[in-house]
């Protein structure tokens, strides 16, 4: 399907300095410090504090013609316990086309792993290393919007 859209995108070019191609739209790393009353279900079974999460979100643009982009964004994440031991990881991205500045297609993966060999969870039952991972295609339509 992308490469559907990315000739249909091409075909539609003028002459090849109108392009951008590999931009960094946003570049960070996020701390948190974890309130450790508060937990996400979805996190093991631990029986010591969550303490921190770091989050490295990279939003990029692959190729950009006018009001047309394709995109890819992404963020990795980790939480830690009191020990200071990570204990989960995730990916989170969406790579997909923008259709001017108020409409976006685009596929969404989202995965979480634990570090440890086998865990209790609570949906996957005892003695588990399964992790929850999304994957879904999304139209998102944006009323107000800010940038190009």
């Not at 029986?47 to 963020?75: C, I, M, P």
């Not at 995730?90 to 865990?119: A, L, P, T």
């Amino acid at each position: 399907m992308y490469q559907q859209l990315l000739f249909a995108l091409l075909t539609l070019s003028t002459p090849a300095y109108c392009w951008d191609f590999l931009e960094t739209d946003e570049l960070y790393i996020e701390y948190h410090r974890l309130n450790p009353g508060n937990r996400d279900p979805y996190a093991p079974q631990y029986t010591g504090k969550w303490r921190e999460r770091a989050n490295l979100v990279w939003d990029s643009t692959l190729v950009r013609k006018k009001q047309y982009r394709l995109f890819w964004n992404h963020q990795i994440h980790t939480e830690t316990i009191d020990s200071g031991a990570v204990k989960t990881v995730g990916w989170e991205w969406k790579s997909g086309i923008s259709f001017g500045r108020y409409v976006d297609v685009f596929h969404y993966h989202h995965s979480r792993h634990i570090m440890d060999e086998r865990v209790e969870h609570p949906y996957y039952g005892n003695k588990s290393n399964q992790f929850p991972v999304e994957d879904s295609f999304v139209l998102r339509f944006k009323f107000i919007t800010e940038g190009r």
